[in-house]
Structures are given as structure tokens and as C-alpha cells.
């Protein structure tokens, strides 16, 4: 008995294409048709911090899975779109790839480039030349990051535009400098009793904010994403922590009535496991 052959992709998004066509047609499924761009912008989101975490469970069939759900977001999208009469899903689909050409010349043109950071000093020219040809004015060196983006990594992207103009330390030394600055400034703000609890509140919020973006620095001169960073921390933490709930269950307690060295070691031991 021969196995059932696996569709092609053009065949394989044809077919969610007309699925997703399908659910917004008259008679098709009541929630669906409901959907707006604004009303799907929360799914979206939730969408791709799904597959985040799915990429860092490290099992692909749950990468599988959620890499669907999110792709299901921008067909939705173009489906609506194209109800509007304003663009489809082929319009979409080739819009990215001539971009994708357009701006790797290395790869479909002529252009030699030497290593990855020549690639991206290539694209934002030409970006910006796609911009001047649209007749769209200069913007700010800063503009283009999204505000939606999580604050580490509009931190990321705001320090590596800033950095690609010249506004940069010459050394990892100042960044540490200007790490060890923002500590100082931020410790003094914790000890000054001079202040009202709400100014107070306010001007540590500013030292702890120019602190954590002091740290983003120091992230992106060792190239490393200090939003993956934390969140693999935060995910470190959990683990040792519910190891922690374990072992004091094992002890026929729990961690609340713990005392702070009691807490010490099962902390270490969570640690070392």
C-alpha cells in the first residue's frame, strides 16, 4: 500500500490559504468573520511569544505546531485585506520576496561583501534608498523600531542605530565605566532620604532605567540578546525554584517556613543539580 505523498508548498499554503477564505465567507465560522486587523493584533503577539517559548522547549513537534498557529496570523490578515479590495496574499507574498532580493545583492546581484556586518550596512543604505525613491523625508537615525517591541529589545535596537552613527564608547572599558556609573548614581538615589516617597520613586525609576540600558550595551558590544538573556534566567530561576519546592515538600514543609539559611541551601543544591 503506497504511502500518501506529501504536498508541495505552493499546494500546501494553497490550501490554507482557502481554508482561512473559507472560515470569512458568509456561512463560514461566526468568530472569523468577526476578526478586524485591530481586533487580531493581541493574537499576533501572543502568537509569536508562543513560538518563542516553543523553540525554547527545544521539541519540534510543538515548534511545529505554534510556527502554524502564527503563520494562520498574516493569511487571516491578507484575507481581510483582500475583502477590502486593498491588497491579497500574493501581493504580500511578493512584496517580501523582491525585497529579500533587492536587498541582498551579495546573493542575486554583483556585490561582494566581506562578512555579515558589511550585509547589514548594505541593507540600511539600501533602505534608505527604497525610502528617498518613495519620497518619504529623512527620519530620525532612531526611528523605524516598533514601540510594541519588549523593552530590552527596543533597548537592543535603539543602541545599535545610535551606535551605527558614531555615538559610542571606544572600548568595552567605557561601557564598563559607564556601567559602574550608573550603579554609583543609582545607589545614591536609593540612600537619599531628602525626598518625597512618590519624587523618590520617580528618581530611582530614571537611575534603574539607565542602568538596564547601560547593561544592553554591554550585551551588544558581546553580541549577545539580552531579552534571549533574560529570559533564559527567568527560565533558570523557575527551574531551580520549583526544585527548591520540591525538596522542602520532601521535607514535609514548605518554603515559607523556612529559615533564610535553610533557604541558602536549598537554593545551592538546586544549583549544583
Known sequence: MSETKKPTPPQAFERLAEIIARL?????????????????????????????DAIDSGDDEHLCEELGDLLMQPVL???????EGR???????????????????????????????????????????????KGQSAASILSGVPNTLPALSQAMEISKKAAKSGFEWPDMDGVLAKLREEIAELEAELKDESLSKEAARERIGEELGDLLFTAVNVARWRKVDPELALRDTIRRFQGRFEKMEAAAREQGTTLENLSPDEWDALWNAAKKS
Do not use: Y
Not at 24 to 49: I, K
Not at 77 to 83: G, T, V
Open 24 to 52: 470569512r465567507a458568509p456561512g463560514g465560522c461566526p468568530w472569523d468573520r468577526e476578526q478586524t486587523h485591530a481586533t487580531l493584533r493581541t493574537h499576533l503577539l501572543e502568537e509569536a511569544c508562543e513560538t518563542m
Open 77 to 83: 490578515h491578507a484575507q481581510i485585506a483582500a475583502e
Open 87 to 133: 491588497f491579497d496574499i500574493v501581493d504580500v507574498i511578493e512584496g517580501i520576496s523582491d525585497k529579500l532580493v533587492r536587498r541582498h545583492p551579495h546573493v542575486f546581484g554583483e556585490v561582494q561583501v566581506a562578512d555579515s556586518g558589511e550585509v547589514l550596512v548594505n541593507w540600511d543604505a539600501i533602505k534608505q534608498q527604497e525610502k528617498a525613491k
